[in-house]
């Protein structure tokens, strides 16, 4: 379409500020940026810079309110149009949507979601905001939660916490960093499962062998027992449970992770 793109590592440059300034833009709309906009960039447009943030602020600010939305159990997610400050998601409210979340919903398809209801979400918004139709709402600091940056190891499996808890985590989790545990020296991911309730007594990571419908082994845990659906030993590809099981040997019986 013919529009200049920049992409500078940093905003804290006076180069890029002029450059930005050179726009003249009437409002800055900032979405999934990993930094914070300097004071001088947030002077920039007479009616300031606006942030798509995925949560119904001030609940879930910070890096990955998706993922933490569905960690939590929460029923419905949502998106924020917020006024941007100097802190972290902490600005005037502007609009608010909101989703249901799906047993089926990882943080890829919720993102997915969310991503569309922000986007019209936008499109109605600017135009009301900058004709001064809009009166923000500041965020009631009392209720404020924050997530935290998710690392790859955040990934490793408890079994000793209950299934619920471990398959909110699966389903958090995907598509990055994923959960996994480990057997005979690999690394397996869960990509997709099912919380059951127990099936006989057993310790936490004990292997089951299991024949529901989309189930075929299942680790029993703290509480209940995580149906396997999908998995993915180190190196192969993603398969079902069925599959997997059909190709290790010794599985059922063994203590995870082992």
Same mark, same amino acid.
């Given at each position: 379409?013919?529009?200049?793109?920049?992409?500078?590592?940093?905003?804290?440059?006076?180069?890029?500020? +002029?450059?930005?300034?050179?726009?003249?833009?009437?409002?800055?709309?900032?979405?999934?940026?990993?930094?914070?906009?300097?004071?001088?960039?947030?002077?920039?447009?007479?009616?300031?810079?606006?942030?798509?943030?995925?949560?119904?602020?001030?609940?879930?600010?910070?890096?990955?309110?998706?993922?933490?939305?569905?960690?939590?159990?929460?029923?419905?997610?949502?998106?924020?149009?917020?006024?941007?400050?100097?802190?972290?998601?902490?600005?005037?409210?502007?609009?608010?949507? +909101?989703?249901?979340?799906?047993?089926?919903?990882?943080?890829?398809?919720?993102?997915?979601?969310?991503?569309?209801?922000?986007?019209?979400?936008?499109?109605?918004?600017?135009?009301?905001?900058?004709?001064?139709?809009?009166?923000?709402?500041?965020?009631?600091?009392?209720?404020?939660? /924050?997530?935290?940056?998710?690392?790859?190891?955040?990934?490793?499996?408890?079994?000793?916490?209950?299934?619920?808890?471990?398959?909110?985590?699966?389903?958090?989790?995907?598509?990055?960093?994923?959960? /996994?545990?480990?057997?005979?020296?690999?690394?397996?991911?869960?990509?997709?499962?099912?919380?059951?309730?127990?099936?006989?007594?057993?310790?936490?990571? /004990?292997?089951?062998?299991?024949?529901?419908?989309?189930?075929?082994?299942?680790?029993?845990?703290?509480?209940?027992?995580?149906?396997?659906?999908?998995?993915?030993?180190?190196?192969?590809?993603?398969?079902?449970?069925?599959?997997?099981?059909?190709?290790?040997?010794?599985?059922?019986?063994?203590?995870?992770?082992?």
């Amino acid at each position: 379409m013919g529009l200049p793109v920049i992409q500078p590592e940093r905003l804290k440059n006076d180069d890029v500020i +002029q450059q930005l300034s050179a726009f003249h833009p009437e409002v800055i709309v900032v979405a999934a940026f990993g930094q914070f906009l300097p004071p001088p960039v947030l002077a920039v447009p007479p009616h300031g810079c606006v942030n798509i943030h995925p949560s119904l602020l001030p609940k879930f600010r910070g890096p990955s309110p998706v993922t933490a939305v569905i960690l939590a159990g929460e029923k419905f997610a949502g998106v924020s149009i917020m006024l941007m400050d100097a802190g972290l998601d902490t600005g005037p409210v502007l609009a608010q949507g +909101q989703a249901a979340i799906s047993r089926q919903d990882t943080t890829g398809t919720l993102t997915e979601k969310l991503a569309l209801v922000g986007a019209h979400m936008l499109v109605e918004t600017l135009p009301r905001w900058v004709r001064g139709d809009i009166t923000p709402l500041r965020q009631e600091e009392t209720l404020s939660t /924050y997530s935290k940056m998710m690392v790859k190891e955040d990934g490793e499996i408890d079994w000793s916490k209950p299934a619920g808890e471990i398959w909110l985590k699966v389903r958090a989790l995907q598509p990055w960093p994923g959960c /996994y545990t480990r057997w005979r020296g690999k690394q397996i991911k869960i990509i997709e499962a099912l919380p059951l309730p127990p099936v006989e007594t057993a310790q936490a990571g /004990y292997v089951v062998a299991l024949n529901h419908e989309k189930v075929r082994f299942g680790v029993a845990a703290g509480g209940g027992v995580l149906g396997i659906v999908r998995v993915q030993m180190e190196g192969k590809k993603a398969m079902s449970s069925a599959e997997f099981l059909r190709g290790q040997a010794g599985l059922v019986g063994a203590v995870l992770p082992s």
